[in-house]
């Protein structure tokens, strides 16, 4: 209903879609999330303040030694700079983490929602997003956002207590431990720092995808099929990522193909790539590999459920995917070969393709 010149409300035909007022960006308050994770999250592990110092340090420097190594083994990245990561505790860890996701959905196009909705729909998605941050802050090693650091240049981070509390946990060397963490983290700068149209493409797959808006009855046509996915019946998946897939339109499941694809890449190509480094540089990585593989499946039944909620079975799955892919392709025609994945948007592998490295290999020649 809208008034009417006048006086009386009429009923008005729905503006066409171009028309209609959009705002840009989820409506999510960032810093409520950050800071509702800072307060949530657990405190890190005790050691004493000379320890703290001296793994920082060493973080920072192992985080640029790590990416002289990737990029002796992928050939990749030649006369870039090479810098130390950011070394921070986990509130820090949460806010920049906060920051690069805000920057990465800033282009998304929403419905316009009056500034009321919009402040209370803002305060309580910060809430929960800062509950989850809580979650993945005491465990999250490292991580390198494409948004993230001034200007938004990209930010190489390692969560320092978190390195310090597995290396305790896995009863791991700490210095070789910490350059193994380094070398993934490390990958995954060079992945967005040499290849220069992924930041720009990878920024638009995300858009793309929240951009795209489905009526909420379309959604709950599909409800019942993806209930079962997640119960598991039928031979189906049972876990989130089937969840939300067949919750997605076809535009919308389209995309998230791509993104899905792209995002198993990066993560495999990096769990590739440190384990390629080898033993001249990590002598117990074979060791360290078993180790952090069991740690990444273990935990309790409130542990694992938690972690299938949030998504991160799914993403442990990406790395064991990709890596494979990575393995297969590199084997059959070598590093180079493996490095054509780079070379546009159009020889990146679909996700049928992640799981059969032949047939990448005859679409590429």
């Known amino acids: 209903m809208q008034p009417d010149a006048t006086g009386p409300a009429t009923m008005t035909a729905p503006a066409p879609a171009s028309d209609r007022r959009v705002e840009r960006g989820l409506p999510v308050n960032w810093s409520l999330a950050a800071s509702t994770a800072a307060r949530l999250m657990p405190a890190g592990p005790r050691t004493t303040p000379a320890a703290a110092r ?7 420097v192992d985080s640029a030694r790590a990416e002289g190594h990737v990029r002796e083994v992928t050939g990749l990245g030649a006369g870039l700079p090479l810098l130390p990561a950011d070394v921070l505790d986990r509130p820090s860890w949460a806010r920049a983490a906060t920051e690069g996701m805000d920057a990465l959905t800033s282009g998304a196009q929403l419905p316009a929602s009056p500034w009321p909705l919009r402040n209370v729909t803002a305060a309580g998605s910060g809430v929960q997003l800062g509950a989850l941050l809580a979650y993945l802050g005491a465990r999250v090693l490292g991580q390198y956002d494409p948004f993230g650091g001034p200007g938004g240049a ?29 070398l993934h983290e490390a ?28 009526p909420d009855t379309a959604k709950l046509t599909r409800l019942p099929d993806a209930i079962r996915s997640l119960r598991g019946e039928d031979g189906a998946k049972g876990d989130v990522l089937a969840l939300v897939e067949l919750l997605q339109g076809p535009e919308q499941r389209a995309v998230l193909d791509r993104l899905l694809a792209l995002s198993t890449l990066l993560e495999g190509h990096a769990d590739h790539v440190m384990d390629a480094v080898g033993p001249d540089v990590v002598p117990d990585v074979a ?7 069991e ?7 409130v542990d694992r459920l938690l972690r299938t909620l949030l998504g991160v079975e799914a993403k442990m799955r990406q790395y064991a995917v ?30 049928a393709e992640l799981t059969e490295p032949q047939a990448w290999l005859r679409r590429v020649g």
């Open 54 to 60: 001296e793994l920082v340090e060493r973080l920072r």
């Open 322 to 351: 990709g890596a494979a892919f990575c393995r297969e392709i590199e084997a059959a025609v070598g590093m180079d070969g493996l490095n054509r994945v780079w070379e546009s948007p159009r020889t990146l592998p679909t996700r």
């Open 287 to 293: 060791v360290i590999r078993r180790r952090f593989t």
């Open 187 to 214: 990958t995954h700068r060079l992945q967005f720092t040499a290849v220069p149209w992924l930041r720009d493409h990878f920024a638009g797959l995300v858009t793309e995808l929240l951009s795209l808006q489905e």
């Open 154 to 182: 990209g930010r190489l981070i390692v969560v320092a207590p978190n390195v310090h509390a597995a290396t305790e946990t896995l009863g791991v060397d700490g210095e070789q431990f910490g350059l193994w963490v380094c």
């Open 295 to 301: 740690r990444r499946r273990g935990g309790g039944i």
